[in-house]
């Protein structure tokens, strides 16, 4: 036979074939047969399992299809678009093919889609199909500006033919049982495509006559991707044997555990490692929950280069933000029918709302039995979770605790205070109000730091005391070194040194960081917002990811841009090398629009509000590894003066490159 079929299994677990490479072996086998007929064809198929891909809704491919073939035709076959042909020219086609393994006992039809039963939940597997496809159609557009007719087919290898027309009657849809051949395979693609007519043959061709846009498709998905720079270094923590951690599993699960220390004292990281062992370890599944959307997507990025799974029915590793876990809440309990859209200018107001009608529910009427209906009967299994880890704990509102407390118990709690950060509010959450005596673990607080070299904690150290901050973090001497550049504005030859310093130390693109001010921030004429100076940006060879653009909040960078936030998004984040744009902007937008919280009202104003200001400065100061880089709209501004006086006092690691 000339058409030579390739599998190729992306499963991390090498020790066991899942069940897509069982899957893939009988349809590699039968595909065989079904094309020894065609002695004059020629060409390739790959049959590739379990792809990830990244920076998409959906991060799981179960199986794709992907072939380039010639001189196949199949005789007698029903299109879409011409209907019955007496020959059709196969030449290219690719498609994504979900695998479902359900008996017929625990698959229904509903309207037009297949609904499958896990042990506690049901799942809409035709929406879980539609989602692959899509995910996997912008992976391709955005890794290789790809856009072949991509099919998608639900094949249930646990049905017979005679099971799925029993559900869905006479009508044909993607869904393929268990044994169907190559045939039955096209067919399902024809009626999904139109085929072409040229001079008197049918021809099906997904790529349109681009062969290349075929090869760069499986070039892409056989060549592997390995995590690089601060991406590599966190991966290999994940991997990595702590006592820290050694101790927090003995006490999980049996009481609240809260761990405590300032930004870059390895919080996060310990929250992975500690999910990532219960999730190996006693199969369980772990939900982090953060505030910011960017910190979100960071860490996305960083478990999909991981072997963790991401199904609903077995041990998982998964991240949330808070806002979208209790909308999902509130949908689950009808507090809400739609979700609540962060671009209205009501949106706190509108959310704090019905989270008070949520936690009137949740909290003061549900019992235990009624925790334990909600959780079996939601929607894709999305808050049956063994354990909640919690970062930056200290900005979560007490109603938000107690409606936790009160689904999950306190015991399923590890929570991460990140002391005096704030974006929320002023007031810090105290986690342990409210518990009996042996319900409270709290290890020793971290705070040796584990991000910064040595003068960046220096730095920030200092300027915490010139702005009269209480704030102190213990240097590594392990992790000597660091600069701070300061300038009047951010020009393409930094950018181009700070490239090239990420080269040299083994780092990519992804870890240069740059932070701007809201005064940067423009809305669309759709009410989308986007960086003002993005294009002027691009323009200047300076290639970045917008990430304050909100068709882009779920999603990461994935062509090797820089990545670009608002500063409120910085929280979490980290830098081999980090930007702050225009600091003295962002100094004097926070000063103009603070807002005093209640527990601070009789004391002195402005002394409250310079403290809370320049105490959430430290926050975009403290993300960079390596080096930082300040600009500066006004250098004589009060700021500007700080940062001159601290150049003078640490000269050797502190650069004034402004003109005065």
Known sequence: MSIKIHRVSFAQDKTLPSREDKAAIVLQQRFENDLEQYTNAKGDIYILTSI???GQKRDDIDILIIGLIENLAIKSIHTKNYGLVNELNIRSFIANIELKSHTAIDVEHEGTDYIVRYKNCKENASQQCREAKFSLFNHLNDQLGVKPFLCDILWFNGLH?????????????????????????????????????????????????????????????????????????????????????????????????????????????????????????????????????????????????????????????????????????????????????????????????????????????????????????????????????????????????????????????????????????????????????????????????????????????????????????????????????????????????????????????????ILQPPTRVERGNDGERHFALAEAYESKGITIYDGINNKLRTTYPTKGQCRLYQYDSCRGLEGWCVVCAEFDDLIKYKMDTYTPDENSLGLDSDIIKRRNVFLWALMPLTRPVDTLVITLKDPNSEIGKMLKQLSVIYKDFVEWNINS
């Open 161 to 513: 033919q005679f099971d799925i027309n029993k559900m869905r009657g006479v009508v044909l849809d993607n869904a393929l049982p268990s044994g169907f051949s190559f045939r039955e395979f096209v067919s399902v693609m024809l009626q999904q495509t139109n085929v072409v007519l040229s001079k008197d043959i049918y021809i099906l061709d997904s790529f349109n006559g681009n062969k290349e846009d075929y090869k760069s498709i499986v070039d892409l998905f056989t060549q592997r991707r390995e995590p690089l720079g601060l991406t590599k270094s966190k991966f290999e923590l994940l991997s990595q044997k702590s006592t820290d951690v050694d101790k927090l599993m003995k006490e999980v699960g049996s009481k609240l555990t809260i761990v405590k220390g300032r930004a870059g004292t390895g919080k996060t990281i310990q929250l992975l490692q500690l999910a990532f062992r219960l999730a190996d370890e006693r199969s369980c599944r772990c939900l982090l929950l953060t505030y910011n959307h960017a910190l979100v997507s960071d860490i996305k990025r960083l478990i999909d280069y991981t072997p963790m799974p991401s199904k609903v029915d077995g041990r998982t590793v998964s991240i949330k933000t808070i806002d979208s876990f209790f909308q999902n809440l509130m949908r689950e309990t009808g507090v809400i029918n739609d979700s609540l859209s962060p671009l209205s200018d009501n949106y706190k107001y509108i959310y704090n709302l019905k989270l008070q009608e949520l936690y009137g529910f949740v909290v003061n009427e549900c019992s235990k039995e009624d925790i334990d209906v909600l959780k079996d009967s939601a929607e894709n299994h999305f808050i049956d979770w063994d354990y909640i880890l919690i970062d930056e704990a200290q900005d979560f509102s007490d109603m938000e605790k107690k409606i936790l407390f009160k689904v999950y118990g306190s015991h399923r709690m590890i929570v991460a205070d990140g002391v005096d950060q704030f974006m929320r509010s002023n007031t810090p959450q105290r986690w342990e109000d409210g518990l009996k005596d042996g319900e409270l673990w709290k290890p020793k607080d971290m705070d040796l730091e584990r991000r910064q070299k040595a003068n960046l904690v220096t730095f920030v150290n200092s300027f915490a005391q010139l702005a009269n901050i209480d704030w102190k973090v213990k240097p590594n001497d392990e992790l000597p070194g660091g600069k701070i550049l300061i300038y009047p504005n951010f020009r393409k030859s930094t950018y181009d040194n700070l490239i090239n310093n990420c080269k040299r130390n083994g780092c990519e693109n992804y870890d240069i960081l």
């Open 52 to 54: 990830r891909i990244f």
